[in-house]
């Protein structure tokens, strides 16, 4: 595992063109390797417009994926392990929508199904249902890198607090969350929920968005953005398109974690999490 890790969040602006969307994709991969990166990380669906019609429209076999191929293919020629933000994952039970972990080979070394689909309403600013068109995955995600061990979750997973305990406690080193938080959730609950996951854990929380698109029927909120142990921002987005960058000592972990012996000074006797994958 390096102890250090510069990493780059692409917050790209998604479009209703898949063949744009993934050269824009690559366009940022590329400029991302210029300044030495070993980890890229794209958005939530970052080949497909945030709408249900959409995501059957777009989604595709993972292993018949001209996107994911394409994905491959930059890790691979720019040698850096890359999550590819989200796509909409056809298979025959239904559509899903999945991240996919490549390593610097261009090989998928893991996948992440959003577990907890965005079903909400809040009346008279947004009203949204991934579960007309999605299928819900299962299994919690943590993924063993070169660059250490990495949980991912999808957006939404985000605010189910026992989800990011539970890759912590699995040995994730770093959390990351491609998410698509809105105009109305944004503002609101993006910045404090990535702080909250990375001081309750101790770890490098890193949340990548789509930039807005205000031609779009769902307008992404942007603020990409990784935070330390400490829950202090390292860097931070702002609503237009651009790359962020990085610097993780994963040194400081193991110092915070024994300065503010959280996860050591739970009371297992008195209450615990039971998971089954």
Known sequence: MNLELKLALCQMQVVDNKNLNVKKALQMIKESSKEDVQLVILPEMFNCPYENSKFEEYAEYMGASPTLKSMSSAASKFDLHLVAGSIPEKTDEGIYNTSFVFDNQGEIIGFHRKIHLFDIDVPGKITFKESDTLKSGNDITVVDTELGKMGIGICYDIRFPELSRIMALKGADILVFPGAFNMTTGPAHWEPLIRT????????????????????????????????????????????????????????????REELPLLKNRRSDIYHLIWDK
């Open 197 to 256: 996951r990375a001081i309750d854990n101790q770890v490098f929380v890193v949340a990548v968005s789509p930039a807005p698109n205000n031609n779009a029927n769902y307008v992404a909120y942007g603020h990409s953005m990784v935070c330390n142990p400490w829950g202090e921002v390292l860097s931070i987005a702002e609503f237009e398109e651009n790359i962020i960058y990085a610097e993780l000592d994963l040194k400081s972990e193991q110092k915070i």
